[in-house]
């Protein structure tokens, strides 16, 4: 005779109810921060080609797509400008410009809904005219580290005083989170967070969002800042360094083919951990599922449960809205 089994499992998902009674992860409303790209102009909505259901807004009109989101429940949104190529220079000079289209929208936004976070961008790429996230030397064509903490540190001020909640550090210099956070404090900005790119890796997946800004490299790659996708002890030493530096929350880039640092960093940290669904993770679920080929909202929502089940409190999404309606519907 067979042995029959002794244990089973398969006891745990005999019903919808006992499921949801054991179901170790759960996404909400709460867990999402939404990007949103903001582009100069009146009465535009332009959708980006390759992430559908995502547009370019100008300041005017983004003000109804965070009204729509709110009402859904999604109440953090991290905002990144498309800058007119006229505007860009080596120096980045217009991410401080207190009157131009990012810091303008930033605190238009809060005005107009005070009670949101926003966590804002802080990297050379979209204004630099070398479309690199620090300085280049414009003979060696190196990215300049400690000359560009001045810039990024200049950039993170003015974002405070246009009233960000967050800022957010996209660059990978060595050393920005101490150096962003000294400039806060000692100009009044003692209460503004940072929530450090701490992982972030030079990744394939961030191609639609360079679209979307038209913020590609001119020259080169962003291999001697952003990290190996191979890696991920190093994540370990970003971090340790985060911390000591001061940071408020460390997140990972991109999530999906990085949950396993997800993971590494959950465990070896107490700060609140999040992750970025980047832009291309996104664009492979919505071509998918315009194929055909995979149910787009299911695996939409089993991408992001992935993401919080890795480790991460909070997930920058392209997703948001949707995954909302999704949880809304129940
Ligand atoms: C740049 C920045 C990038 C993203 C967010 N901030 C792209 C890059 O590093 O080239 C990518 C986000 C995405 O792909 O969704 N500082």
Redesign the pocket.
Known sequence: MPLLPTHRPRRNRKSQVIRDMVQETRLTTHDFIY?LFITEGQNQQIEIKSMPGIHRFSADRVMDEIGRCVELGIKSFAP?PQVNEVLKDRLARESANMEGLYLKTVADIKRQFPEVVLMT?V?M?PYSSDGH?GIVDPDSGEILNDASLEVLGQMALAQARAGADIIGP??MMDGRVAWIREVLDRNGFAGVSIMSYTA?YASA??G???DALD?APKKGD?KTY?MNPANRREALIELALDEQEGADMVMI?PALSYLDVIREVRNNTQLPVTA?N???EYAMVKAAAQQGWLDGEKTMMEVLTSIKRAGADAILT?FAKEAAEVLRRG
């Open positions: 990007p990144f961008d990297a790429d996230d996209s660059d972030k997946f961030y639609p969002f360079r913020s962003k952003q880039k970025y980047v832009s291309g392209y």
